[in-house]
Nanobody, 117 residues
């Protein structure tokens, strides 16, 4: 199994920045990609950014140029640096890991990001 724990959420003003962290544990060698998703009230969960084991990144158009996903393999941690935050970025952010060995996705419990003046 894989366990994911998010941290770093909080309240920030529009235009501000936050960095989210996702610490992974368990069967780490089974993971070939990780990512961040978010869900706002009344909306479906949507993909924000992904990073593969090879380092390839992908972003939703709504965050491209503002958010950066990165990893620290030594710390088994994936980060999401969020800059120029907007009110519409307000959501619960979830960490995700895909394991082809298990044939499933693993999810964290989420961390709340609130962008408000």
């Amino acid at each position: 199994q894989v366990q994911l724990v998010e941290s770093g959420g909080g309240l920030v003003q529009p235009g501000g920045s936050l960095r989210l962290s996702c610490a992974a544990s368990g069967s780490l060698f089974s993971i070939n990609a990780m990512g961040w998703y978010r869900q706002a009230p009344g909306k479906e969960r949507e993909l924000v950014a992904t990073i593969t084991r090879g380092g390839t990144t992908n972003y939703a158009d709504s965050v491209k140029g503002r958010f950066t996903i990165s990893r620290d393999n030594a710390k088994n941690t994936v980060y999401l640096q969020m800059n120029s935050l907007k009110s519409e970025d307000t959501a619960i952010y979830y960490c995700n890991a895909f394991s082809p060995v298990y044939g499933k996705n693993f999810w964290g419990k989420g961390t709340l990001v609130t962008v408000s003046s």
